[in-house]
């Protein structure tokens, strides 16, 4: 290599260093602290059906430039992890108070909080956007993310059982949206700022993190949402006026599918497999990883679902579980045709239950 080279290689080294600085723009982010589209994280329950219990913290991840599950080298409680270093943008804004970026924590399991509210959505999830772009992610894990004077953590009564998290990252336009469909969930915030300079495009979020007395929101509501790269997701967000299992009612239905549904379904009455309608949902019971770990759906506190016919190659990932009480909450779910993701969610589902079964075999 002549001098000149080196020199060249060595100022393109410069301008690619600048360039990575200028865009640490807020977005979900891989293990290695990158960004990525989107990202999917499968938290492993602690009881399995292989021989050696694992820790409960062990998790699969798959993102848009990965495609599949693999198994993390890391556990979900470090910083390391998808979610560690996806949140950290939001412990970090919070030190250091810009009031440039609007962000919120929502969970109907408040950290340290022993009251509960019914009346407020079941639905867990968190945001943080500027006027460029930023992420959503929406999850099943009870008491987290922690309060943002505590710090990234992961809640030890989220390790027994499986939990889901997906994290999508958006443009600024898709926050407008997204605020919306947030009305109908009615979250319970509980770490939030929005600063004025949002106040425009996203009144609903701010008279949520305010407490302040809300609009009248729909009883339900559809939104397309694209990801910064252009992923299409469907988003579903019921209020608690509309009174049905979201399933059955309205996501199989719209989605002109069958679903095959992994929820919780320990409190409560839970919904036996349901045909009455056009499109069937039937319940999963068994849960097959490709590293040949299974686990029993009553292990899982995740909720997701997805078309039985490969066809149509729905995915849904959210908040409601098949249970009767459940269809007084609001919440919602997000779902795509993505064919990485459906892969990754079907090739799971290793026994569910037909129409005919009895109910009662839990
Ligand atoms: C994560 O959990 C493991 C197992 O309980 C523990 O040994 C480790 O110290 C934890 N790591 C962090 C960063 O909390
Ligand atoms: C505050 O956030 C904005 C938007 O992300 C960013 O452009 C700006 O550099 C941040 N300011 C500081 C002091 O970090
Ligand atoms: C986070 O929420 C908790 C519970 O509402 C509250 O005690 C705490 O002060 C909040 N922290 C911030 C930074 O708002
Ligand atoms: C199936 O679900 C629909 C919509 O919630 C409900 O009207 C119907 O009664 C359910 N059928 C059975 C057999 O539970
Ligand atoms: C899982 O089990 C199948 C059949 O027993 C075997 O062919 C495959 O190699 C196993 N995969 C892993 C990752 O252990």
Redesign the pocket.
């Given at each position: 290599m002549t001098a000149g080279a080196v020199w060249c290689h060595f100022v393109l080294l410069l301008l690619l260093c600048t360039t990575a600085l200028w865009t640490a723009e807020i977005s979900c982010r891989n293990e290695g602290g990158e960004t990525v589209d989107w990202f999917l994280l499968y938290k492993l329950p602690k009881h399995t059906e292989s021989e050696n219990a694992g820790l409960g913290l062990e998790y699969m991840y798959m993102d848009s430039l990965t495609h599949a599950w693999q198994l993390s080298k890391y556990l979900v409680n470090m910083t390391q992890s998808a979610l560690g270093q996806t949140l950290k943008q939001l412990y970090e804004t919070y030190e250091s108070k810009n009031n440039s970026i609007a962000y919120a924590i929502y969970n109907d399991e408040i950290p340290h909080s022993k009251s509960y509210n019914w009346k407020k959505g079941h639905t867990k999830g968190f945001l943080l956007l500027d006027k460029s772009q930023g992420f959503w992610g929406i999850h099943s894990v009870p008491l987290f993310p922690p309060f943002l004077e505590d710090g990234y953590a992961y809640p030890p009564t989220g390790k027994p059982y499986g939990q889901v998290a997906i994290c999508i990252t958006f443009k600024y336009d898709q926050f407008t949206e997204i605020d919306q469909q947030l009305l109908s969930y009615n979250p319970s915030i509980y770490n939030c700022s929005i600063p004025n300079i949002f106040q425009a495009d996203l009144p609903n979020l701010q008279k949520l993190c305010a407490g302040s007395k809300l609009p009248s929101a729909p009883q339900r509501h559809l939104s397309k949402l694209q990801s910064a790269r252009g992923e299409t997701f469907l988003h579903f967000a019921k209020s608690h006026l509309f009174v049905?299992?979201i399933y059955?009612?309205w996501v199989a239905q719209e989605l002109k599918t069958d679903l095959l549904a992994e929820s919780w379904q320990h409190s409560g009455h839970r919904?036996?497999s349901?045909?009455?309608?056009q499109y069937h949902?039937y319940n999963i019971h068994l849960i097959g990883t490709p590293l040949n770990l299974t686990f029993y759906s009553s292990n899982d506190h995740s909720k997701w679902c997805v078309s039985r016919i490969y066809e149509d190659q729905w995915t849904c990932i959210g908040d409601l579980n098949r249970a009767a009480e459940q269809?007084w909450r609001s919440g919602g779910f997000i779902c795509t045709q993505n064919q990485y993701i459906y892969k990754a969610f079907r090739h799971l589902v290793i026994h569910y239950e037909s129409?005919n079964d009895s109910p009662t075999w839990i």
């Open positions: 049905d299992d059955v009612a919904l036996p349901n045909c009455s309608l949902v269809a129409c």
